[in-house]
């Protein structure tokens, strides 16, 4: 088994930062592809990023792109998201996930072909 546990979230102006974590704990050596997801109330799920295991592939919501950063340690089993120049509509739970394919060189934005998922924590944005 897995466990995922997001930190990181909270109450932040627009134009500020924060930097999400997720921790993975348990078989972490079967978790390979890492990625982000965010769901606002009243709507669907919304890929964020996801960094490949080597961390040399990386992909973003036209969305997010050149204001989250998604990167990874390994070595700390921990998956990270910068976020900057956050807006009132980044608003939402943001959750990570892991997949345990053995691709070292893949992303992937579809949340269905995830097997692990964090609980979630909360980002919220004031204008």
């Known amino acids: 088994q897995v466990q995922l546990v997001e930190s990181g979230g909270g109450l932040v102006q627009a134009g500020g930062s924060l930097r999400l974590s997720c921790a993975a704990s348990g078989r972490t050596f079967s978790v390979y592809t890492m990625g982000w997801f965010r769901q606002a109330p009243g709507q669907e799920r919304e890929f964020v990023a996801s960094i490949s295991r080597s961390g040399g592939n990386i992909s973003y919501a036209n969305s997010v792109k050149g204001r989250f950063t998604i990167s990874r340690d390994n070595a700390k089993n921990t998956v990270y998201l910068r976020m900057n120049s956050l807006k009132p509509e980044d608003t939402a739970v943001y959750r990570c996930?892991?997949?345990?394919?053995?691709?070292?060189?893949?992303?992937?934005?579809?949340?269905?072909?995830?097997?692990?998922w964090g609980q979630g924590t909360q980002v919220t944005v004031s204008s």
């Open positions: 996930a892991g997949d345990s394919s053995p691709y070292w060189s893949r992303v992937i934005t579809n949340p269905i072909e995830y097997d692990y």
